[in-house]
């Protein structure tokens, strides 16, 4: 597909244990950003990466979330020791350069829902 | 960074344009304007940015203050596909960081 994907869709996990989300964001795409939205509000930036450089990790809310983006391409944001707290849909976005100066794509999220 | 403020919502009849409004007193010369959307159930939807100059595309217009401390994404003609939340962003030169504030809420009615 031409567009940012997300896997998985859906994601039920029993509290404390690990999960990771995956991004394969379009193809070619510089920049990749995730971001999490709780339900009726925006979203919050979490992290971006420009190629396999993580450039800011301000928003990850704290040492349980971490991501990566290995090769420059497809991303996995991991979450250990989940906590109810973490539901929430989680959104990865693409662009083809400085996000100042272009269109950040976006996938259809992964909802989290921590039991 | 520089903020932005947006009415919480707004409402439109459907086939008439519609104006929704974004203050950022505090911008600097070196911040662009970005407009995103999000449709229910969506992710958000990029829209228009622009710098100084008004912008058009197949979407929307938007028209930024001669001082630069305001904007305004014009849709021409509201269609019921257009109820969204709309996000004002600010973006800074090499920056890539999208900050999403609350957005203003559009409802369109037919």
């Known amino acids: 597909g031409a567009g940012v994907s997300q896997s998985p869709r859906y994601k039920v996990t029993k509290r404390g244990q690990d999960v990771a989300l995956r991004c394969d964001p379009i193809?070619?795409?510089?920049?990749l950003y995730w971001y999490r939205q709780a339900l009726g509000q925006g979203p919050e930036f979490l992290t971006y990466?420009?190629?396999?450089?993580?450039?800011?990790k301000s928003g990850l809310p704290n040492d349980r979330f971490s991501a990566e983006r290995p090769e420059g391409s497809i991303s996995t944001l991991t979450i250990q020791r989940t906590e109810q707290r973490d539901s929430a849909m989680y959104r990865c976005?693409?662009?083809?350069?400085?996000?100042?100066?272009?269109?950040?794509?976006f996938g259809q999220g992964t909802r989290l829902t921590v039991v | 960074d520089a903020k932005t403020t947006q009415p919480n919502s707004m409402e439109s009849n459907e086939e008439e344009p519609v104006h929704l409004p974004c203050n950022h007193s505090?911008?600097?010369?070196?911040?662009?304007i970005h407009w995103y959307r999000q449709l229910p159930s969506q992710g958000p939807e990029y829209v228009i940015h622009?710098?100084?100059s008004n912008v058009n595309n197949r979407m929307a217009s938007l028209a930024i203050a001669e001082d630069r401390k305001s904007s305004t994404l014009i849709l021409h003609r509201a269609t019921l596909r257009d109820a969204a939340v709309y996000y004002c962003?600010?973006?800074?030169?090499?920056?890539?960081?999208?900050?999403f504030g609350a957005g203003t809420i559009l409802r369109v009615k037919s």
């Open positions: 193809s070619g795409h510089v920049s």
């Open positions: 622009g710098l100084t």
């Open positions: 505090t911008i600097s010369g070196t911040d662009y």
């Open positions: 962003i600010l973006l800074m030169e090499y920056g890539n960081k999208l900050v």
């Open positions: 976005a693409s662009s083809s350069s400085y996000g100042y100066r272009t269109e950040a794509f």
């Open positions: 990466f420009n190629y396999e450089a993580q450039q800011d």
